[in-house]
């Protein structure tokens, strides 16, 4: 099993570069956050306990996260490329991983960090529309839907995310300078790293990726 860890800010690009290419090839797209999503959803014990940290911004519970992660890899195929989305969030989440990676056979390849700058983030965050029932993700302005408020793929209502609020967008990003871009010096000491240019188009930044992921 390999595992590509996507880094980068939230708005950075990370769920559409992976979705693209998850589409494109035989790999697995894993989302932490619409794991979470889908648990609030469920009403779930592990989403009774996530949403109120997710409705402030602020990250979950390691073992939660942690707990999901375990019981996914037991369940994926020994030859399959997961692409984590949104995990590891934090230095114990990264340590954790690695644990988990070596007692199930993994192996962490690489962590793609998406760089973007915050006043791009936040504009992005701020325009984002995402399907409740299918999950596709819009923009307003750079990535709109075919008929307003409406997703493509399943004609359901688009909605602003909880968590794309004003208010609560800046507490991510406070959130992510704290806690996870840190990251970013560990994957780079273990010789890990790769960066990509986030400003750039969608469809170029997950041109790039795949290149890394194909080697
Ligand atoms: P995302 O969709 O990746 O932006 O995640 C949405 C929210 O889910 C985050 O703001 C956190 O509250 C929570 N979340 C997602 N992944 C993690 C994680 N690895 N650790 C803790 N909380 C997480």
Redo the contacts with the bound molecule.
């Keep these: 099993m390999q595992i590509y860890v996507f880094l980068g800010a ?1 708005g950075a690009g ?2 559409t570069a992976a979705a693209r290419i998850a589409n494109d090839a035989d790999i697995h797209h894993v ?7 889908d648990a609030v959803k469920n009403g779930t014990p592990a989403g009774l306990s ?1 949403k109120k ?10 073992q ?2 942690v707990d999901m ?1 375990g019981e996914l890899l037991s369940t994926s195929k020994k030859d399959a490329t997961i692409i984590l ?6 230095e114990n ?1 990264a340590l954790q991983l690695d644990e988990l990676a070596a007692k199930h056979g993994a192996t962490v390849k690489a962590a793609i960090d998406i760089e973007a700058p915050n006043e791009l983030l936040i504009s992005r965050l701020g325009g984002r529309r995402v399907c409740p029932s299918c999950g596709m993700g819009y923009h307003v302005t750079n990535m709109p839907p075919k008929r307003e408020g409406v997703c493509d793929k399943c004609g359901t209502a688009l909605i602003t ?1 909880n ?1 794309d609020k004003p208010e ?1 967008i800046k507490k ?1 990003l406070e ?1 992510y300078a704290e806690q996870t871009a840190p990251l970013i010096g560990l994957y780079k000491k273990a010789g890990k790293l790769r960066t990509v240019n986030g400003a750039d188009e969608a469809d170029k930044v997950a041109k790039k990726i795949a290149a890394i992921i194909k080697g």
Excluded: E, H, W
Excluded at 85 to 90: E, H
């Design positions: 939230p990370k769920g989302s932490t956050g619409a794991m979470l999503r996530a940290y997710m409705d402030k911004g602020t990250l979950v519970p390691d939660v996260l992660l989305d949104g995990f590891p969030r934090n989440q995310r968590d609560t991510r959130v």
